[in-house]
């Protein structure tokens, strides 16, 4: 035992250690109802010796040495056991398998993803490595797929070539490529049935397809008669005009085609005789429908791409700005009907309603929700956009005289892999002024209340707070109150718990 390391970290699975994995994996799943388990690197214990002979391990040399041997049979026969026990509780759960479980475990599991050994970067990456890697394993009927928490667009430009994504939602991502990004492949792929198509790799197609430049690569899905959808990679490190050439006899593919890109990244492509001409940006990739002009796959893809480019457009337009909604001014010229008796301080201007005094609106928080304010007017929800973590009220909202206002969003916590565990967070909040902050519809921080700022106030300084919140996987609400006039803002940023950076969480009060 090491200090600062954890206990027992190698175990045997020729002992009783399987049992108590086995039933501690039914006991949960039965207790909160999960779909399924993770198992972290299962395959790294098939080379882990060990020389317990009290449960068959190891063996005694004539001259009384002791020898280790490796429990390979008894670690394939775990995996099989925790299958079988998944299985049983949920017929439809996941087995979600780290690293290289190997083709003797691979098996046992509904999918696999790995790319931690390269640390999610996949530039000058040998290709040999990823196709021994992750090829073969769909024989077994188990999903692969890439960890490409270095750089998402490189990693989906080398997967593709293989026919692997990078898992969504991978650490370091930002939250265009959570769910949108492997949707827009999935949704591509299944419009062009890639289920009936026959794969064809860059590693054997170079009798059917070429490119004039070697940080080029090309594989595709062919369908005789319907067409093909093709992904075109750039995996060198300057951007680079490429011609592709098809031998189309062999694919079965007539002379009077057509071609359309299927993902926006704006690369510039033509349609010559024999191929594609496009220019794709260092570490990028695209797919490109190419088919006969009456083909029937037509109207679908086209449908698709439709899908693709509104998923982008909305996406481009979340990743710049992260929407609130905000409702105000609350602060009215006598807020005696609205103060308790007693609440008010000596110093408190009589225009100024306290903290304690003014609740959020009731829900739903919607931009056409209407609600009622202090003084019996009617308000609503009005969208606002902030950029880097700074927002301003609109002046018309705040008012010269200080007032009550109120904002709201949403908060997804993405993680690497499906949990129910809640992520501990650092909510650093910047402000002049007095705030409340709600998460989840619980008050976790006030800062100030009746009477603050106080009245004659003039140098106002910004203070910064750090507040410990906890996120669970999925959407959190966060509703702040802030006592401010005339255009305030704030600036708000999430760090972990010991301040490191998160992923790009998405930030949206909108659906």
């Not at 391990?57 to 026969?77: H, I, N, S, V």
């Not at 998944?86 to 790995?114: E, W, Y």
């Not at 959190?476 to 255009?487: H, I, M, S």
């Amino acid at each position: 035992d090491v200090p600062g390391h954890r206990r027992a970290p190698h175990v045997c699975f020729n002992s009783e250690w399987p049992d108590f994995i086995v039933h501690g994996v039914e006991c949960l799943m039965k207790k909160f109802d999960l779909d399924g388990v993770y198992l972290d690197a299962w395959a790294l214990w098939l080379d882990k010796p060990c020389a317990n002979q009290l449960h068959g391990c190891g063996y005694t040399l004539p001259d009384g040495m002791l020898k280790q041997t490796f429990p390979f049979w008894k670690c394939r026969e775990l995996m099989e056991r925790v299958y079988v026990t998944v299985k049983s509780i949920k017929p439809g759960g996941r087995l979600s398998l780290h690293a290289n479980p190997g083709l003797c475990m691979a098996q046992f599991g509904t999918d696999c993803f790995a790319g931690e050994g390269v640390h999610g970067n996949f530039r000058n990456l040998n290709m040999q490595f990823i196709r021994a890697l992750h090829m073969g394993l769909e024989q077994w009927g188990t999903f692969s797929e890439l960890i490409a928490s270095a750089d998402y667009d490189y990693g989906e430009a080398v997967g593709l070539l293989h026919n692997v994504l990078p898992r969504a939602g991978a650490y370091e991502l930002s939250h265009k490529n959570i769910v949108d990004q492997p949707a827009a492949i999935w949704r591509i792929q299944d419009a062009f049935g890639k289920t009936q198509a026959q794969w064809l790799p860059y590693w054997r197609n170079a009798e059917l397809v070429s490119a004039d430049a070697e940080q080029i690569k090309v594989s595709l899905w062919n369908r005789p008669g319907k067409g093909a959808l093709l992904v075109i990679s750039n995996l060198g490190i300057s951007e680079c005009q490429a011609r592709i050439r098809l031998r189309r006899q062999k694919l079965a593919m007539p002379a009077d085609t057509a071609a359309l890109e299927m993902l926006p990244c704006k690369p510039s492509m033509t349609l010559n005789g024999d191929g594609v001409a496009l220019t794709l940006p260092a570490g990028k990739c695209q797919l490109v429908f190419l088919a006969p002009r009456d083909s029937s796959l037509w109207p679908r893809m086209r449908k698709a791409r439709q899908w693709v480019a509104r998923m982008h457009a909305r996406r481009i337009a979340e990743i710049k700005y992260e929407s609130w909604l905000l409702a105000g001014p609350f602060g009215e010229a006598d807020p005696a009907p609205y103060i308790p008796a007693g609440a008010r301080r000596p110093e408190t201007p009589p225009e100024f309603c306290g903290m304690e005094t003014v609740y959020p609106p009731e829900s739903p928080f919607k931009p056409d929700a209407v609600f009622e304010t202090a003084g019996g007017k009617r308000g609503a929800w009005t969208v606002a956009m902030a950029e880097n973590g700074d927002l301003t009220f609109p002046k018309i909202m705040l008012r010269e005289k200080w007032d009550i206002a109120y904002a709201y969003t949403r908060i997804c916590f993405p993680t690497l892999v499906p949990s129910l565990c809640d992520n501990p967070v650092n909510l650093l909040f910047l402000s002049h002024h007095a705030f409340k902050i709600w998460v989840n519809g619980r008050e976790v921080y006030t800062y100030g209340g009746a009477g603050t700022p106080r009245y004659g106030q003039k140098i106002l300084r910004l203070n910064k707070h750090t507040i410990k919140v906890v996120l669970h996987p999925g959407w959190n609400e966060l509703l702040v109150k802030l006592v401010a006039r005339d255009g305030a803002n704030f600036q708000y940023a999430i760090t972990g718990p010991e301040g490191h950076k998160l992923p790009p969480l998405l930030i949206s009060a909108r659906d």
